[in-house]
């Protein structure tokens, strides 16, 4: 057992990919049975879908997310607070949209949905979730990248990625007629308030005020 261990620390030391994909196999698939348990409109959990998680937590997420922490400390070279801002930052604008995008597109497709509506969820959820990460994700990468070595970066995230995902998995069950109005996206509020007027005109319409009669109006 002991070997066993070295030489799974070991190959963890020579394929930081390999680790985190290890964590993500295990941390994605959790994340989902623990959203799963928190809804209520759930009878009884679906181990099917777990496993869904975990493939595309295991083998997309975690190589994209060592691909884009290996990036991202070429692209900002520096371990200070400024450079750890900096590449929190480039990473909402670089790779956010690519991450939730995967996720959506991703999830849908292993479910067999078909293309279209794999399109549409991820118009519908991608900004919205985008706009939630943006309110987590730059502090914690910010911690990440200014005070851990980049060999654990991938478990850090991973572990992080624990709430995101139980997120990601509500964002995912969820009709986007039922999100919170800040997560809905904008041009469905302004659609909705576009249409009060013509509904007040509605209201005014004279065949609301006609009694029957063709010769008399009310």
Same mark, same amino acid.
């Given at each position: 057992m002991a070997k066993l261990l070295k030489a799974i620390k070991r190959a963890g030391e020579q394929f930081p990919v390999l680790r985190g994909m290890v964590t993500y196999s295990v941390l994605w698939p959790t994340s989902n049975l623990v959203q799963q348990s928190l809804d209520k409109t759930r009878d009884?959990?679906?181990p099917v879908e777990s496993l869904r998680y975990l493939v595309l937590g295991t083998f997309v997420t975690a190589p994209t997310v060592y691909v884009w922490v290996r990036l991202a400390s070429k692209i900002v070279r520096g371990n200070t607070v400024k450079h750890a801002v900096v590449k929190a930052g480039l990473e909402q604008i670089l790779f956010a949209p690519v991450g939730i995008s995967q996720f959506f597109l991703g999830i849908t497709i292993l479910e067999g949905q078909p293309w279209a509506k794999c399109v549409q969820e991820w118009r519908e959820k991608l900004i919205p979730t985008w706009k939630t990460g $943006?309110?987590?994700w730059p502090v914690l990468q910010? $911690?990440? %990248? #200014?005070? @851990? #070595?980049?060999?654990?970066? @991938? $478990? @850090? $995230?991973?572990?992080?990625s624990f709430m995101w995902t139980i997120f990601l998995s509500y964002m995912h069950r969820l009709d986007q007629n039922s999100? *919170?109005? %800040?997560?809905q996206r904008k041009s469905k @509020?302004?659609?909705?308030?576009?249409?009060? *007027?013509?509904d007040a005109v509605s209201d005014i319409s004279p065949h609301k005020y006609w009694n029957g009669n063709t010769n008399e109006v009310l």
């Open positions: 009884k959990y679906d $943006v309110c987590i910010t $911690v990440n %990248f #200014a005070y @851990v #070595a980049e060999k654990n970066r @991938v $478990v @850090v $995230v991973s572990i992080a999100l *919170p109005q %800040f997560l @509020v302004n659609n909705a308030q576009s249409k009060a *007027p013509c």
